[in-house]
């Protein structure tokens, strides 16, 4: 039986009079996804997904508008984050793409999937740091200031974990008091002169290999490649200039402007120094405090909406009597639910977020 011979095609779409609040969570999910840097085709299929649970391709093209070979290519790699499986509907040769898991679990299982990431990342870099203990006994250049570094990202590691140990429990204010938050300390880089920090080839190729992985991980696969690495330079490098930036990647003059104007937006990076001839050096004080603040734009983007999905609940609620019979009704209301209820636990992530750049 082929697809358009699956007695199931399509039936799994809402109805119209649901639109405009599928509309509304779609914009809402792009939203974040843009914010995060997720690929736009990839943000847009996911979200689908989501909200409806399971679609086949022709379902997601029909949702999304784009092509049959798009779709496939797309969903393999969504597939490979361990979000998302395919399942062959009995008697057909179609698969069903599905959002494995509960609505109720997305952030745990958003978590567990970050964590992951950490810990095999956080193995990753301790193999790195036995690497250049050895290039730093050899006097190489970048050595000593790339191991800092990965001091510092494996610090923030830790504190991830205590965060996820904060997020599944039920009341936020007395796991916070579990936590010694005054104890924990995220290392900050000392100020010192601004200056480009010369790699010799040894510890260049560990730069490399380190920025690799980091795009590979299932926390950044299916983000912008390009903004994951100028983030990852930073990262690494902590002072870089548009034109050495432009240097190292081989990317246009106005693809880096762009991406540092986004970084510099969301505080990721700060203007370190400027010469008297107005050539600006972008600085990354901390790699540690630099991956929390990334995390803290998104979360707190997300938190913006917390009024506009109220108000759509409220009317989903008070026009429930029109509404509840139609297919995507109780699915749509429910994620407005789990969403709301998201937000107010991300309100504690930004809550620890800030009590720990403070201390």
Same mark, same amino acid.
């Given at each position: 039986m082929t697809d358009e011979e699956d007695p199931e095609t399509y039936y799994r779409l809402f109805n119209d009079k649901l639109r405009k609040y599928?509309?509304? &969570? @779609?914009?809402f999910l792009l939203d974040i996804a843009k914010s995060k840097k997720v690929i736009p085709k990839i943000s847009k299929i996911s979200s689908y997904l989501l909200i409806h649970g399971k679609l086949t391709q022709k379902e997601l093209? @029909? &949702? *999304?508008?784009f092509s049959m070979g798009s779709i496939s290519t797309l969903l393999s790699v969504m597939i490979g984050t361990g979000v998302y499986k395919k399942e062959r509907i009995p008697k057909t040769h179609t698969y069903m793409y599905v959002f494995s898991g509960n609505l109720e679990? &997305? *952030?745990t299982k958003g978590l567990e999937i970050a964590l992951r990431s950490f810990d095999s990342f956080g193995i990753y870099l301790k193999s790195k740091k036995e690497e250049l203990k050895v290039l730093i006994k050899q006097n190489k250049k970048g050595a000593e200031h790339l191991s800092l570094r990965i001091d510092e990202l494996l610090e923030v590691f830790e504190f991830y974990n205590i965060l996820y140990q904060v997020m599944m429990k039920n009341t936020p204010g007395e796991t916070q008091k579990e936590v010694p938050l005054e104890t924990f300390r995220i290392i900050k880089t000392e100020k010192k002169n601004v200056r480009k920090i010369p790699f010799d080839e040894d510890v260049y190729l560990i730069e490399s290999d380190m920025l690799n992985q980091l795009a590979a991980s299932p926390m950044f696969s299916s983000r912008d490649p390009m903004f994951i690495r100028i983030f990852g330079y930073f990262i690494t490098r902590t002072y870089l200039t548009q034109k050495t930036l432009q240097k190292i990647t081989g990317l246009s003059a106005g693809k880096i402007s762009e991406e540092v104007n986004m970084l510099l937006e969301n505080g990721l990076i700060e203007k370190s120094d400027i010469s008297p001839?107005?050539?600006i050096t972008y600085g990354a004080e901390s790699a540690g405090i630099t991956f929390l603040k990334f995390t803290r734009a998104v979360i707190s983007r997300m938190a913006k909406w917390d009024v506009e999905l109220h108000k759509m609940r409220s009317e989903l609620e008070e026009n429930r009597n029109g509404l509840k019979t139609l297919n995507g009704y109780e699915r749509i209301y429910k994620i407005f639910d789990y969403l709301l209820d998201s937000i107010s636990k991300y309100e504690v992530f930004i809550d620890m977020i800030d009590k720990i &750049?403070? @201390?």
């Open positions: 599928e509309d509304k &969570l @779609v914009e093209k @029909v &949702l *999304t508008g679990d &997305l *952030t001839k107005g050539k &750049l403070k @201390v």
